[in-house]
């Protein structure tokens, strides 16, 4: 639809000014639900505009490490009030550029609420260690320290907890920042660093740059004074990350891809394990990383549960996000769209039976957008592709399994190791399972996703390079160890010599 309204350029954030970008382009962030909505325009940032947000969090740096902890954490929790306030007009923006519903946005917006409060909270913490020496007159403490300018590079599909996880932690440890959010969903960070400002983060101190991987993430991510980076987002581009930083051993931090399993045990309460593979699956159009894409599901339960789960997905209301009554929404993009329809068609093609969906849906409004119909495969094996690799869509496999042993190894056998979930009312089991399951969260009778603030996230093996966000781990990753002695006697002691007899 024509507007008569200039749309509104959203410029980047260096130094504590809204700043043009040095080249001067600008892009659109439209509506997936709705791509004749244009939602605003964001500044295609180059290597310049990157120069300058890293410089000026250089220079930010030398007083916001001097600056008391519990100081920089009254702005957290200013920014935290803030954010509760507009939580509302938050959600429905973060819904208008990303596409999942409203109920969804509130609760990305209320992730970075929780974040914010929790790690303000770790202010009047902060803590290290104090031990004994092995020698008299000494004393022995281990202190945090801050590192520098955190450079942090975000996907789309959490566009304002996950930039919360990842500057909260990173500010009130004393280091500076400069994020470069995704291309498709600037508008939610654009919100949480206005909100910063307002709550009173000095100038420098939170820098925002907006643009695409090529072009603004690379110089980012290789930046010679930006000695962390942050990253989430594909497995592909993790790896890329990866590389960049290593000549200058770069603290680097990788959250990436998913192919998480809820397993479905015989004795499982089978209403509670569809309710949470629809959850799961379906749930932010299975554009989550711990969506649940793959169910493994006893033979004994099978058909049951393949009659039953069938007929939820057929039942889900498709749409704007905005509209109370649906319940899933579109994918972000056309590329994304094109992806889940090309993993349709490996399915098909790979034997994988369509229980479900498959297709594009164009009928209505629903044209003007990017939808895809929930889809279901059944019968799958381990080994397809479609039970194999990510999609980041609206699409399950179903694989039957014979005992709790295959499950496990169904589970295990894929290349990431994030999530994973067994619905079964056998203590043993649940409890082998919660040993067995080679992924970074398990859970227990719920499904893969619903990660709380105080709690490690992350996971193993193509997903994650051993580091983890949130709770007091990402604390680690946003800190170095100080070791401190102290020696009192007045003499020379040796540790190892002078207290060996
Ligand atoms: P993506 O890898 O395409 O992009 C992520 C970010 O990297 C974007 O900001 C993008 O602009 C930037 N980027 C792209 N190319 C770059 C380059 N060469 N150098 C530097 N930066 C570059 O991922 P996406 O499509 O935005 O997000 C979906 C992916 O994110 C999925 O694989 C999903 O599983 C993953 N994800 C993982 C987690 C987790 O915590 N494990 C959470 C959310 C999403």
Redesign the pocket.
Known sequence: MATSVAPRVYKNFINGEWAEPRGGEAYENRNPANTEELVGMFVSSGPSDIDAAVDAATEAYKTWRLVPAPKRAEILYRAAELLLQRKEEFSKDMTREMGKVLAETRGDVQEAIDMTYYMAGEGRRLFGQTTPSELPNKFAMSVRQSIGVCGM??????PMA?PSWKMMPALVAGNTVVL?????TPLSSYHLVQVLTEAGIPRGVVNLVS????N???P??KHKKVPVVS????????R??AE?GAPDFKHVSL????KNIIIVMDDANLDLAIDGAIWGGFGTTG????AASRVAVHKSVYPEFIKRFVECVKALKVGDGLDPKIEMGPC?NEQ?LKTVMSYVEIGKGEGAKMLTGGNRLETGALAKGWFHAPTVFGDCSPKMRVAQE?I?GPVVSVIPIGSFEEAIEVANGVPYG?SASIYTKNVNQAFAAMRDLYTGIVYVNAPTIGAETHLP???TKQ??NGHR?AAISAIDFFTEWKTLYIDYSDTLQRAQIDNAD
């Open positions: 590079i975000t996907p789309w599909n959490f996950i470069k959010p995704a291309e498709d643009g695409d991987g090529p603004a993430g690379a980012l991510s990253f989430t987002g594909s497995t592909a581009v993790g890329i990350i960049a959250e990436m891809g998913g554009q989550r990383c711990t972000i994304q990510e980041f994030l996230f992350g996971g997903t994650g966000e």
